[in-house]
């Protein structure tokens, strides 16, 4: 999830149907780090890739809400590296209400 507000209301709402199973990661939170699935901000993602082996290796699927931050000059480059450094083989789910030109990126 690419803010801390948006992440934190979908670890709400995930952790309300799956108790105990999710997990959060924010500048601000570290709720259950470990737990099978994890509601992280693309910066903590990207950081998650360079240095914690073992949640590379545990990766199953990423899924990035919110991925049109792809274009924002700021932010753009964690999503950038983050799409790239996704190890070959998991599958990447990209949501966006306002992308444009969806097909570019495919």
Same mark, same amino acid.
């Given at each position: 999830?690419?803010?801390?507000?948006?992440?934190?209301? +979908?670890?709400?709402?995930?952790?309300? #149907?799956?108790? /105990?199973?999710?997990?959060? $990661?924010?500048?601000?939170? &570290?709720?259950?780090?470990?737990?099978?699935?994890?509601?992280? %901000? %693309?910066?903590?993602? #990207? &950081? +998650?890739?360079? %240095?914690?082996?073992?949640?590379? +290796?545990? $990766?199953?699927?990423? =899924?990035?809400? *919110?991925?049109?931050? $792809?274009?924002?000059? *700021? #932010?753009?480059?964690?999503?950038?590296?983050? $799409?790239?450094?996704?190890?070959? /083989?998991?599958? =990447?789910? &990209?949501?966006?209400?306002? +992308?444009?030109?969806?097909?570019?990126?495919?």
């Amino acid at each position: 999830a690419p803010i801390k507000a948006l992440s934190n209301q +979908m670890f709400s709402e995930f952790h309300a #149907r799956f108790p /105990g199973k999710v997990g959060l $990661l924010t500048g601000d939170h &570290c709720i259950s780090p470990r737990a099978p699935v994890l509601v992280v %901000t %693309t910066e903590i993602f #990207r &950081c +998650m890739l360079h %240095t914690d082996h073992e949640f590379v +290796m545990k $990766l199953q699927v990423a =899924i990035f809400d *919110e991925v049109h931050y $792809l274009s924002d000059s *700021e #932010r753009g480059p964690a999503w950038e590296e983050s $799409l790239v450094l996704v190890p070959p /083989g998991v599958p =990447i789910v &990209c949501l966006s209400a306002t +992308m444009a030109n969806p097909i570019f990126l495919a």
